[in-house]
DNA sequence: ATTTAAATTTAGACTTGTCTAAAATTTTTA
DNA sequence: TAAAAATTTTAGACAAGTCTAAATTTAAAT
């Protein structure tokens, strides 16, 4: 149906739109680390298959039918992230890559299967929410641990940043999906958080509060 | 670490070699449905990276390196299909085309956690024996119904043709893998054989008894 | 042993997706 | 608001993989 060239553009796209209404070009190929030049291509292709919204110079936005795509792509992402953790015993850090292969899979009927196999699921294992095959979700109600106050507490429930170093450090300092932290202090010097857990005090980062998300 | 289409044509002239020493161009591009020259221009590729034995106008085979990446792919293709009938219920005659996208999933690590996973299958649906990850299987020792004597039973096994077209016949007429068969009777006009099952009698054609494997 | 036929290869072109370098547009800044 | 800076687009080129048509080589047939 679809190239995988496109498949991966209207991805980030999907995801660039999440904190910005429109996206940039130089967004795009930061993104998908490509040169600018490339994506304007690529826009141009995606607008003539009414896949994005694009005028020259002035950003682009998914169509319907563009975001449609997008989030199958983004529901295969997260099942098959499920499957690969908790059916193959990988760790949390250790399934993008192989996730970003596989969610090119076409099939749906697979996915579907997939996904009645795994009973489903509704957050993959880093905490983000798995569309059904209409493409509905609950959306996030997560903020940072940064946006905390003092004493407030909360269950970890997601990550912003993705990446296997943040991930393994997490998993090392035991900060992982589920856990109850409560915010013992914040050091107004550089916006360290003092973290409660059940059994130890932890101090992590404004960086690391920043990408770490919290279900109040 | 291959492109989708090196492994595609390594794939096929693994298969081709199953039956033939050497491979031709026109038998390469029958099997991809492609064309001649674009198999030459192919070819080329593959014999500078080694991964071919081929000389102008003389055919091609597999080196052993060549072979090792054929028979990696063999290896996934089959243990996804293995996965897709016993994991997620599929019928052995819709799996071929998902698999032979899966196929090309590179991880190898994942490969080998899918086999752990489903318990080290060495049987694919359609009877095809699964490589394990050092490129070893239990080759085949079956032959087709239509060289058996009457008289002479055994256990389906295997089957030659993988279209959805005969496994939907097989699967209607009961002929099954692991189903025990004798050969009552071969019509002399038209060579069809008379099968006899565990509680009834069945015709199948000469080209039907061909493709359908039994081990003795 | 030629000629004919079949198979294979080469030559040149096309598509997709990418890139660099230059041109155009928008945004920022003074 | 006009110059400078940043962003974006265009133009032209390249690599992978494919195709058609023509040329070459091998195999088959007289």
Redesign the interface.
Known sequence: MYTLAEENYLKAIYKLSLTDDSVSTNQIAAELCTKASSVTDMLRKLADKALVNYARYQGVSLTKAGNKVALNIVRKHRLWEYF?VE????KWDEVH??AE??E????NE?IN??EE?MGYPTRDPHGDPIPDSHGNFRAHDLKPISTMPVNAGGIISGVRDHSAAFLQYLEKQNLVIGRYITVKEIITYDNTVVLQMENKELQISHEVANNLLIAL
Chains 1, 2 share one sequence.
């Open positions: 690969l059916k193959l015993n990988f890559d192989m292969e596989m090119h899979i076409s099939s697979l299967r997939l196999f």
